[in-house]
């Protein structure tokens, strides 16, 4: 099923995809900030470290299946498959985005 998200959070789902720790920073501005469930990182340099820490050594990749706007956010939802206990497992991911860049990403279960 094909899902149509802004350009951003498509560029940032793309390179999640690939495992690429550049291409997944590249849509989010310089001073995004990132709340993993419940844990906040801001920065380029804290998400650096959370895409290689948390994403990338375990090969979690988000597949988002359905999209909504709400409150001002694109929400996305979907499976997220890896190397870690549970895979696969739903995850919402709430981003808010300021001019074509993503400022902020909310990551629940």
Do not use: C, W
């Amino acid at each position: 099923m094909s899902i149509e998200l802004p350009k951003p959070i498509a560029d940032y789902v793309e390179a999640n995809a690939r495992l690429d720790v550049d291409g997944m920073l590249k849509p989010f501005a310089a001073d995004a900030v990132i709340v993993d469930n419940g844990k906040r990182y801001q920065g380029h340099a804290e998400l650096r470290t959370l895409f290689e820490d948390e994403v990338i050594a375990v090969k979690a990749i988000f597949t988002p299946d359905t999209v909504r706007h709400e409150n001002g956010q694109v929400v996305a939802e979907g499976l997220a498959h890896g190397d870690f206990k549970g895979s696969p497992i739903r995850f919402t991911y709430r981003f808010t985005l300021q001019h074509d860049a993503i400022k902020a990403l909310e990551i629940t279960i």
